[in-house]
């Protein structure tokens, strides 16, 4: 019993081992089901989705861990890419300097999310929530709900968001080096820097962080333009990535973001998270709905799978946090 204890004390303790076993374990599970889930073309598939999303994870772990969360990342990776190629298309205006507007308009969007919550007082799921809507429909009203076109496009932005190296069989896209740089960025603001103990102070308890000098207020806004800009960005590599540009992508992905969060340890009600658990619980949620695509699964069921984990992972956390408090 005791070395059982102590399993369960290093669990607890180090939340990305719960998430990390069960990776593995599924991992190990879809290559027996089919040998194909672990092979070149099926991993660089796998690598080519996971940093988009991965993206605004990152984002969405800093906002949860400060007590708030973004419901309009989805539209958001639809909007900017949108809004750029409609500007290249029809106005003439070159990608570069529509990119960089496009970030502006966006960044502006996620600012009004921050003042909405914190001054105005709106919660964050109903502010987010019209903002989602806003955002997504206009993307509809500019397309008229028709994809926009991105392949005749000759830009240094294309190689350089979604560009790709082949190793034989297996391929890397430039997102992949994109996101591990921008991994190790907040990884360090996080752990090293000032804001990262502002951040958790203001999730754990923002009145005390407030009575300590901090500025919640300000802090809350500056990771909501954050979360806009990571999920415009996120888009702009997808749509480079696939020559194509849909005014309904994204759609879903605000959930399936907060998923990945929270399995890789990271509370729903603030003041607690891990970034290299983010990464791994985006890891999971690529890998099962690559592995239950490999094994022949229709891929509608990949919902119900990611319910059970939530759940199974809730659990446990609650479970873990009670034998903490010796409950």
Not at 99 to 125: D, E, P, Q, R
Not at 128 to 154: C, E, H, Y
Not at 240 to 263: N, T, W
Request: glycine share 10%; aromatic share 10%; hydrophobic share 55%.
């Amino acid at each position: 019993m005791p070395s059982m204890t102590g399993a369960l004390s290093t669990f607890r303790r180090t939340k990305e081992l719960w998430p990390l076993t069960i990776l593995v374990a599924l991992s190990i599970m879809f290559q027996f089901a089919n040998s194909a889930f672990l092979s070149p073309m099926n991993l660089s598939n796998f690598f080519a989705y996971f940093p988009e999303l991965g993206l605004m994870a990152l984002a969405m772990t800093f906002l949860l861990i400060a007590g708030e969360f973004d419901l309009s990342v989805g539209s958001f990776f639809a909007f900017c890419p949108v809004l750029m190629f409609t500007l290249h298309n029809k106005l003439g205006v070159p990608l570069v300097p529509g990119f960089l507007l496009t970030l502006v308009v966006c960044g502006l969007l996620g600012l009004a999310n921050g003042l909405l919550v914190t001054k105005v007082g709106i919660s964050s799921f109903l502010t987010t929530i019209g903002m989602m809507l806003i955002v997504r429909g206009a993307s509809l009203v500019i397309t008229n709900g028709f994809p926009q076109a991105s392949w005749n496009t000759d830009s240094i932005l294309r190689p350089l968001l979604s560009g790709s190296v082949k190793f034989g069989d297996f391929e890397i896209f430039a997102s992949l080096p994109w996101f591990i740089i921008i991994l190790a960025i907040m990884i360090v603001v996080l752990k090293n820097m000032r804001v990262g103990n502002w951040i958790f102070a203001t999730g754990g308890n923002a009145r005390a962080a407030k009575a300590r000098g901090i500025d919640t207020d300000r802090l809350k806004i500056g990771l909501f333009i954050l979360s806009a800009l990571m999920a415009s960005f996120a888009g702009t590599i997808d749509a480079f990535r696939i020559s194509s540009v849909y005014p309904i992508a994204g759609q879903g992905y605000e959930l399936e973001v907060i998923a990945m969060v929270v399995i890789g340890g990271t509370s729903l009600r603030g003041g607690s998270g891990t970034l290299v658990g983010t990464v791994i619980g985006v890891m999971l949620l690529r890998a099962m709905r690559n592995g239950i695509i490999v094994m022949g699964v229709p891929g509608m069921a990949y919902n119900i799978f990611v319910g059970a984990i939530i759940l199974a992972m809730m659990a446990v956390h609650s479970i873990l946090e009670k034998k903490a408090r010796g409950e």
